[in-house]
């Protein structure tokens, strides 16, 4: 039957793997050899597995990433073609917008009617802002949308060659905007403006073709790249599909075999296993009846532990009733203690209130002694002595003592409050107690020499919330608590005794101060006697000069030593004898005599003299007084040299202040007509956005003050924009006038005139700038004038033309700044030299897409700053300009305004400044 049962277990073993798996496992879990053996080679088995998992969740995944690209790419390229096609079209729109723009213009030079030219010019205006926004979205993309084209290297090339036709196409389509804008519509311009767009359409027109086409072969291009993408990726997944069969399912079934011989292995040992485990039982069955026997025995002591422990609670009862007993005893005991307590405060509280009756005979310090004879002994100690508070002195004052000298009854020691131990007791009206000091710390008030205390207890006597008194005692050994509570107890009963002796020493004290009143009326006669001499003393130590006068006579008959002091005199008895009035500088004694101050008892000024005759200004006031029963006359002097000083620098203050306001206010009126003025000059300057439509273009213009003597002017005449950059002579209201003559005779001769050349432009303006100022005159001594740099444009053609006086023109091509020097002349200026003549130069050259063009005043480049405080200089302006050459002007307008002002610091601004920019 086991034999059966043996084989069964072995067919289900070979059948189910798992379940000799799960045996093996057991195996190795109660530390069998051989499942340790089993247990290592299912782990060798288990890594092959991962990594042939690993392969094909790789092959997988490289396959899905085939098809994913291929997909990603298809709709990539997908989107490209569309974008190519949308290009495509868009370049043909703006090629058939390029001819509506020749068209309309076409119309607009031939219309006759005012409504149809309207109606063309607003044709022209709203295509040709599309053209503009078309070119530069096919160029950069639209950055407002966020659009960003990535055009190949190719269409970039051609998009840059396109825009040397698209800007002059631009500029005079430009042209023909304003000019169809302007109130006086010039049919030559118009007419040369269509003209030149007609010349340029046609290369314009071919470039937007071969754009398009350019973007049709690179779609075609894009499409061939696709096919080829794809044609790779298919390949690639093909190889990788082979490899899988090769590297993961034939390894695979490899393993499965070599993995299904382990499992039959595995269910032999098993079957070995679980014979060994039988015998491992039957032994576990014994080992199990023995801990049942040892069980029965711990069972019995367990039992006889709780015997003992039931004992020992019985005993702890008993225990507890006993404590009990004892608390009930020790609390009638501290009853008892209590009671006898009571019965010791009592017994005392009443000894001491007979001890205090009042006797007959006693005063104060009797009975203070009385009370101490008996007080002392009682709570054991050395020393003491009582204090009694006396209101009207605020001090304590000793009334009473025990175990002391006798100097203590010769000499009663007097306290103030907050002086030693007692008399902080007093002012804090709280008890202090002082154990175990040194005798070098502490000394008694008085007592013996031989014996020192080692405790003070020192006690405050209040009676009706009213201090009046203070107990002082001291001991060898340490106060008892209950002594210490009597005499806590007591001390109200002494301050009121104390209290009531002191009110009975309060009316003997009166009694005898109405004696002595007596004697000091006697005293005052005396007081009275000395009166004389003391008013002598404070004349000599006042600050102001005392004259005694005869009341008659006017005579000086004493005087103190301060006026001697004053008047130059080495005593004050050499003034005596003398009039008053000798005292008093010789042209102001009459006035001072007249005026009588000493019946008016008024205040005077006046100058005194003194002994070396100098003079000086003094206040003199008198009145009248009784002296040794005679009425005198005196006269005080004050020296009010410094106050007349200090006056006079107060008036000269004042003065000044008013002055300031004076010039503060002329100051405020003479900005208020300068700001008028800059008001003019505003309005005279011409608007800087006159070149828009027509060219790039900035103005930097910062002026130093609130007028300027830089300005810049603007004037178109035919064919010919002209634009100048001027510096007169100085700044602010001069320069500003200056300015005015510049401005008008510009306008004369350009204008009026009809000069375009500038080197004519200057010969006029210098002769009219010497006339206006008649520098012509022989004896004329202006030298006033102006340096400028002028430019003449024909747009249509590209042509500049330069001329300067004193001042140049900068030229930036490719990155290279070429300067064109003006010539050594001002305008005006008083130019008198025999040798010289004033020849202006003029230089001619044609533009380049991309020049800029920089014409300037000296400002700038004088202009003083930076860590060491020079000037800028012209060779760091211009190295600047070729710095900031790939930015727009508008751009390059801050730039410079930024670089001038962190140049500029803290410094103040030296001249005006004006830097005008041009971009073709």
């Not at 054991?380 to 605020?394: P, W």
Request: glycine fraction near 4%.
């Amino acid at each position: 039957m086991d034999h059966h049962k043996a084989s069964s277990n072995q067919d289900n073993s070979n059948h189910n793997p798992l379940n000799t798996n799960g045996v093996a496992l057991n195996g190795s879990a109660n530390g069998s050899s051989n499942g340790e053996h089993q247990t290592s080679s299912t782990n060798n088995e288990a890594k092959p597995t991962r990594q042939f998992t690993q392969r094909y969740r790789i092959a997988l995944t490289i396959t899905a990433l085939m098809f994913l690209t291929s997909y990603l790419l298809i709709s990539y390229e997908l989107k490209d073609q569309a974008k190519f096609t949308n290009l495509i079209n868009e370049v043909g729109k703006q090629r058939m917008l390029s001819e509506q723009i020749a068209k309309s213009a076409v119309l607009i030079e031939h219309c006759t009617k005012t409504k149809e030219c309207k109606e063309h010019v607003a044709d022209f205006t709203r295509m040709l802002k599309s053209w503009k926004r078309r070119q530069a979205e096919l160029h950069y993309g639209d950055s407002t949308k966020g659009i960003i084209l990535q055009n190949s290297d190719t269409i970039r090339a051609m998009y840059a060659q396109t825009d040397k036709y698209f800007q002059p196409l631009r500029h005079a389509c430009d042209r023909l905007d304003a000019l169809m804008l302007k109130k006086r519509i010039s049919k030559l311009l118009i007419r040369r403006a269509v003209q030149f767009i007609l010349e340029n359409e046609s290369d314009y027109l071919w470039h937007m073709d071969a754009i398009a086409n350019q973007y049709d072969e690179e779609a075609k291009a894009s499409l061939h790249r696709l096919n080829n993408i794809q044609v790779g990726l298919l390949v690639i997944a093909f190889l990788t599909l082979i490899l899988q069969e090769f590297q993961i399912f034939q390894p695979v079934v490899r393993r499965m075999r070599v993995y299904l011989d382990s499992i039959r292995d595995a269910s032999k040992q098993s079957n070995q296993q679980n014979k060994e485990l039988k015998v491992a039982y039957d032994s576990l069955k014994e080992e199990e009846e023995k801990a049942r026997q040892n069980a029965e025995v711990l069972t019995e002591i367990n039992n006889n532990l709780l015997r003992t422990q039931m004992e020992l609670t019985s005993a702890h009862d008993q225990l507890k009733l006993k404590n009990k007993e004892l608390e009930e005893a020790s609390e009638i005991i501290s009853l008892n203690e209590k009671l006898e307590t009571a019965r010791f405060f009592d017994n005392s509280v009443s000894h001491f209130s007979a001890v205090m009756n009042w006797k007959n005979n006693q005063d104060l310090y009797s009975w203070s002694d009385n009370l101490l004879t008996h007080l002392v002994p009682f709570v054991n100690g050395l020393q003491a002595v009582i204090y009694s508070y006396d209101e009207d002195k605020n001090k304590l004052m000793a009334t009473g003592g025990h175990a002391v000298s006798k100097e203590f009854y010769a000499v009663r020691k007097a306290l103030d409050l907050g002086e030693t131990m007692v008399g902080q007791v007093a002012k804090s009206r709280e008890a202090i107690y002082v154990q175990n000091i040194e005798s070098s710390h502490y000394e008694t008030l008085a007592g013996t020499s031989e014996i020192y205390p080692k405790n003070i207890f020192i006690l405050p006597l209040i009676y009706n919330e009213a201090l009046c008194g203070v107990l002082e005692l001291t001991s060898i050994e340490s106060f008892e608590e209950r002594h210490l509570e009597v005499l806590r107890r007591l001390s109200e009963t002494i301050g009121a005794n104390l209290n009531a002796l002191r009110s009975q020493k309060r009316i003997n004290q009166l009694f005898m101060e109405s004696q002595n009143a007596q004697r000091d009326l006697e005293d005052s006669l005396v007081k009275i006697q000395e009166t004389e001499e003391r008013f002598r003393k404070l004349a000599e130590v006042t600050q102001e000069g005392l004259l005694f006068l005869d009341e008659e006579t006017q005579v000086i008959k004493d005087a103190n030593s301060v006026l001697a002091k004053m008047l130059g005199y080495e005593h004050a008895s050499e003034l005596l004898d003398k009039h008053y009035l000798l005292l008093i500088a010789p042209e102001y004694r009459r006035e001072v005599e007249r005026v009588s101050i000493i019946n008016k008892h008024t205040v005077y000024e006046t100058m005194a003299l003194r002994e070396n005759g100098d003079t000086f200004p003094i206040e003199l006031q008198g009145r009248k007084v009784n002296y040794n029963d005679v009425t005198m006359v005196v006269l005080s002097v004050h020296d009010i040299t410094e106050r007349k000083k200090t006056e006079k620098e107060l008036e000269e203050a004042n003065r000044i202040a008013s002055l300031v306001k004076e010039l503060e206010k002329k100051n405020k009126d003479i900005t208020a007509s300068i700001e008028y003025a800059q008001r003019i000059q505003e309005a005279i300057l011409p608007q800087q956005d006159m070149l828009k439509g027509f060219l790039q273009h900035f103005v930097l213009y910062i002026p130093k003050d609130i007028v300027s003597g830089d300005f810049y002017w603007m004037a178109e005449k035919h064919e010919h924009t002209f634009i100048a950059a001027v510096d007169c002579t100085g700044h602010g209201v001069p320069g500003a006038f200056m300015s005015l003559i510049g401005y008008s005779q510009l306008n004369k001769i350009i204008i009026e005139q009809g000069t375009t050349r500038p080197d004519e432009i200057l010969t006029k303006l210098d002769a009219g700038v010497s006339e206006a100022l008649r520098q012509q005159e022989g004896k004329s001594k202006s030298r006033d004038g102006m340096d400028l740099g002028l430019v003449a444009l024909n747009i249509y053609e590209k042509k500049l033309s330069f001329a300067g006086a004193y001042r140049p023109m900068y030229l930036v091509r490719g990155g290279e700044l070429t300067e064109f020097k003006g010539n050594s002349f001002s305008m005006g200026g008083n130019f008198k030299s025999k040798k010289k003549k004033k020849e202006f130069t003029q230089t001619d050259m044609i533009l380049q897409n991309g020049d800029t063009i920089y014409i300037t005043s000296d400002g700038f480049a004088d202009q003083f700053g930076g860590p060491e405080n020079r000037k800028y200089m012209t060779k760091n302006f211009k190295r600047y300009l070729t710095t900031i050459q790939q930015y727009d002007l508008e751009r390059q307008r801050e730039l410079l305004n930024q670089e001038f002002h962190q140049w500029m610091g803290d410094h103040r601004q030296m001249d005006d400044i004006l830097v005008i920019g041009l971009r073709f």
